[in-house]
């Protein structure tokens, strides 16, 4: 028989505060023009995207992620001292090691928690959120800090047409915590690596020992396959979790899907039947993709809005480079 005492966390986990912060600049097609031979139409058609925000110098990752975790700890109620862990999803912190939590919990005053990062493209919030829940059912935590931030303009090809115009920046972060309700669900996620050729960085930074290459690494996808496996794979992975959390897309409040593309989030509400009063994100015509950053951006746009309320039942799901995704249902805060 074990000798090791049982957890004593919580019965369940929630998401208890949201916050935001886009960069101050704003950055419409006609600036992505000067470098590819393009129109205003042909983007807003392909992607739905209108502009998007790239960060200046002085909003780093970690000054990004602070100002949307001080939204995020205030939205909750609680204390920078209350949190317990710290999460970080980004594939645009540079440096190999510290991971940027640890700076991140250390300026928020979040005295000694755990802090790592993750790397999990798109689908990082997901995979964060997911971690979270567990840290408070089995004790580990009381409040966890989840963070989605990218600065893609920093890993953005300026000269390639197929991706110049997909790519902001922005930081968006959660305060999970203990709940005596279900409100986060099951996760369904996974990866098919045989896929990861499809969306990857262009260089490897190894490769700057030997062959110094003439172009600083960006992000480069094939569209089309990309496509396609968002929107007929996705919508099999969307609808496993609304099964797993037993709710039917009619008992469903709000869609917030990765912000990729506009045709990707309007084909998965074709292809999942979603009823015509729920609301479904669409952040990404002036926000573009900003990767881990996009769910909880658009959750707390929803939010500030009206568009979406407190206790409303919402469909989440990321998925990208790797190939990578993550999907639950929850209950916004």
């Excluded at 995207?49 to 780093?60: G, P, Q, Y």
């Excluded at 009381?142 to 920093?154: A, N, T």
């Excluded at 930074?205 to 094939?222: G, S």
């Excluded at 999942?272 to 950053?293: F, I, Q, W, Y």
Aim: overall charge negative; glycine content about 10%.
């Amino acid at each position: 028989m074990s000798k090791i005492k049982p957890s004593q966390g919580a019965p369940y986990a929630r998401i208890m505060g949201v916050g935001g912060y886009r960069p101050t600049r704003v950055v419409p097609n006609e600036v992505i023009l000067e470098t590819i031979d393009s129109s205003d139409e042909w983007i807003r058609s392909r992607s739905g995207i209108a502009t998007r925000h790239w960060a200046s110098d002085e909003e780093t990752v970690a000054a990004m992620s602070i100002e949307a975790s001080g939204k995020a700890i205030a939205d909750a109620g609680i204390t920078p001292e209350q949190i317990g862990a710290v999460i970080v999803s980004t594939v645009s912190h540079f440096k190999q090691t510290p991971a940027i939590a640890t700076e991140i919990a250390h300026r928020i005053g979040a005295g000694k928690p755990a802090a790592f990062d993750i790397s999990a493209g798109c689908a990082g919030f997901g995979y964060g959120l997911t971690l979270a829940k567990g840290m408070i059912v089995e004790g580990s935590a009381e409040y966890v800090l989840v963070i989605g931030v990218e600065r893609l303009s920093d890993l953005t090809d300026l000269e390639d047409r197929a991706t110049a115009f997909l790519f902001g920046d922005g930081a968006g972060a959660v305060i999970v915590g203990p709940s005596k309700v279900p409100a986060i669900g099951p996760t369904v996620w996974g990866s098919e690596g045989d896929k990861s050729e499809t969306i990857k960085q262009t260089v490897a930074w190894d490769d700057f020992h030997t062959t110094r290459p003439e172009k600083f690494p960006a992000i480069t996808q094939e569209g089309q396959a990309v496509f396609r496996w968002a929107v007929f794979e996705m919508a099999k992975v969307a609808q496993q979790a609304l099964d797993a959390a037993g709710i039917a897309p009619e008992d469903l409040d709000v869609f917030i899907p990765h912000q990729a593309n506009m045709r990707i989030i309007d084909s998965m509400v074709k292809t999942l039947k979603l009823p015509e009063h729920v609301t479904v994100a669409r952040d990404v015509e002036t926000t573009g993709n900003t990767s881990a950053a996009s769910i909880p951006l658009a959750m707390e746009r929803l939010l500030a809005t009206g568009r979406a309320k407190s206790g409303d039942t919402a469909l989440v799901i990321g998925f990208g480079a790797g190939l990578v995704y993550a999907a639950t249902v929850v209950t916004l805060p």
